[in-house]
């Protein structure tokens, strides 16, 4: 049983690579330019910092210290204006800026600046009123800003010895509690998956825990449903053939955030393993062993459809790189890794065999996916066991 979810607010900033699962990045790579001094990384964490550097009022203006000039900077008045948190500007509520920005008086100008213990009252031109935390203000001047638009915690990378020690929560606790769905996200956003144990083995029971998270997400296989080795549908995954570690989705713009997996009943067949890969761990080592092949595997983009079924080709409105980055920070996001689903790669012929070469040092990073110390195989025996996988 497999169902498939999205969550528009994520409670991950990656796709790891799970029981069918790995992940994607990058941009197109010039030539044969390639960087050996690669921007990119595995992880970005919240800071820790609690310290800021005090913003000083200079005449009418109000300076922050930039981290990216190392100097004190003034804050434009037009942004200063537009980010005022007052209940005129934005609903106390909705948290949605009501201000209409292009309202503001080209000629605006700031009347006064009375800084407290705590932030600044701003007076301006227009008689408009606003203050501003003295903190958040120190913030503003800040370059990474990620740990406050993303949300971030922080990440636990594992290999196989994941299997003496894996994520799981109890059905009940999800079903009877917030709680026990906070807890449960929170795994699936550490480690990329978790176990839900006690789960009824049914169709409807299964529904109702992904409806715990968010609505279900529907594709070309619909929402929610059940399949066997029946070729119901034109892919490798309704047949009996064994499938190397993948992620699933890299023929659509934005694949499905979270799947579901429950095994209903295999009674006297014979197989069935699932393995589960940390498709970050595995870029990581990749970029400690091969930085170059790591770099082209993340600049390089790759086309990709599902074409089995007559009459319809999906694919996704551009090419991706198989790991992909966050544009501002340069850290690992997603993993787009999916060989059967694999199209053209997006290089000049004559350049193409770079990207083999990358994919075969990336053999290092197939080999390190496939490699028995970084995959935890299982069998879906455990009548009421689900795997959620981010």
């Known amino acids: 049983m497999q169902g498939s979810c999205e969550l528009h607010h994520s409670t991950s900033a990656r796709q790891r690579q799970t029981s069918s699962a790995i992940a994607s990045s990058g941009e197109h790579i010039l030539g044969h330019d390639v960087l050996h001094s690669s921007p990119f990384h595995i992880l970005t964490t919240p800071s820790e910092d609690a310290t800021f550097e005090r913003p000083v009022i200079d005449g009418e203006a109000i300076l922050v210290y930039s981290d990216a000039s190392r100097s004190f900077v ?3 008045k037009v ?6 948190q007052c209940t005129t500007c934005v609903h106390p ?6 201000l209409d920005t292009f309202s503001i008086p080209r000629d ?28 958040w203000l120190a913030k503003s001047g800040r370059s990474n800003k990620s740990g406050e638009r993303q949300g971030l915690s922080s990440l636990s990378l594992w ?5 003496d020690n894996e994520p799981e929560v109890q059905y009940r606790d ?9 807890e449960w996200l929170t795994l699936l956003h550490r480690y990329g998956f978790c176990y839900v144990d006690g789960t009824p083995a049914t169709p409807e029971a299964t529904e109702e825990l992904l409806k715990r998270i968010a609505f279900i997400r529907h594709t070309h296989y619909g929402g929610f449903w059940d399949f066997t080795s029946d070729l119901a549908s034109k892919d ?3 047949t009996s053939l064994g499938l190397e570690a993948h992620t699933d989705n890299t023929y659509f713009s934005d694949p499905a955030g979270l799947q579901m997996f429950h095994c209903l009943s295999h009674t006297d067949g014979e197989g069935g393993a699932s393995l589960l890969v940390d498709g970050f761990q595995a870029a990581a080592d990749l970029q400690k062993e091969d930085p170059e092949a790591y770099n082209i595997l993340s600049t390089v983009n790759v086309y990709t459809h599902a074409s089995g079924n007559e009459g319809i080709s999906i694919q996704p409105y551009r090419s991706f790189p198989v790991l992909q980055h966050d544009p501002l920070h340069h850290h690992l996001v997603q993993i787009r ?3 059967s689903d694999r199209a053209a790669i997006d290089m000049p012929l004559e350049e193409v065999q770079t990207w083999y070469d990358a994919a075969a040092e990336a053999d290092l990073f197939i080999s390190i996916v496939n490699r028995d110390d970084y995959i935890s195989r299982f069998k879906m025996l455990k009548w009421g066991r689900v795997a959620g996988l981010n």
Do not use: F
């Open 74 to 76: 003034p804050v434009p």
């Open 79 to 84: 942004w200063l204006r537009d980010h005022c």
């Open 93 to 98: 509520d909705t948290k949605q800026r009501l």
């Open 108 to 135: 605006l100008a700031v009347k006064s600046c009375e800084p407290d213990s705590a932030g600044i009252r701003v007076t301006w031109n227009d008689g408009h009123r606003s203050y501003y935390p003295l903190e």
């Open 159 to 163: 290999g196989n010895g994941i299997k």
């Open 174 to 182: 999800i079903m009877n509690s917030d709680q026990g769905v906070g």
């Open 236 to 238: 490798t995954a309704y």
């Open 337 to 339: 890794w999916n060989s």
